[in-house]
């Protein structure tokens, strides 16, 4: 029964999760961890953490460690991700018979403009929902994040800064 519960919440995430991984947080803390209970805000937090640092799209790895995290198998894993991108996929596939004829649609156009603010608004509750009384930011916390933005900036290899985040971040905190 939880597999085909873990299927159709991420078959619903995917569904409904317009705007990449990060307009998508805030339906996956809102299926798995508000109205399934399958996990806490602090374990959907480090998943999130984890899904950042691995390669691949961000809600593709949640799907995957909340899949396994839930079942505490592999197909659980398997089955969540597949739930996830089957959507998108699906309309994907749609979208491209008609593209050529919907391209230079005003309407279409239109509405892709309207949607803009939305997919904000998404990410931006993504970004708040991490915001709570088990894990707010350290000051230390936003000291490491806007040294690491500044040497982005400055064009320092991406890799380079989020190993040296990482390494700070273990001996401020452990």
């Keep these: 029964m939880i597999y085909l519960q873990l299927f159709l919440s991420y078959l619903k995430i995917g569904f409904f999760g317009f705007g990449g991984g990060y307009a998508m947080i805030s339906l996956i803390s809102n299926e ?12 959907l937090s480090d998943i999130v953490a984890v ?5 691949g799209p961000i809600a593709i790895n949640c799907a995957t460690y909340v899949g396994y995290t839930v079942t505490g198998s592999v197909f659980g894993s398997l089955l969540a ?32 403009t309207w949607m803009r603010p939305a997919l904000v608004g998404l990410i931006a509750a993504a970004a708040v929902m991490f915001v709570n ?12 994040c806007i040294v690491s933005f500044v040497a982005v900036w400055k064009k320092v290899n991406p890799i380079l800064v989020m190993f040296a985040a990482g390494v700070v971040g273990i001996i401020l905190y452990t």
């Design 81 to 112: 991700t597949f739930a996830c991108c089957l959507p998108p996929l699906t309309i994907m596939l749609a979208m491209t018979i008609f593209y050529v004829k919907i391209k230079d649609n005003k309407y279409m156009h239109s509405a892709m």
């Design 51 to 55: 899904s950042q640092m691995t390669p």
């Design 133 to 144: 009384k088990e894990s707010f930011f350290h000051w230390s916390s936003i000291i490491i």
């Design 32 to 43: 798995i961890v508000t109205q399934r209970g399958w996990l806490t805000e602090t374990q």
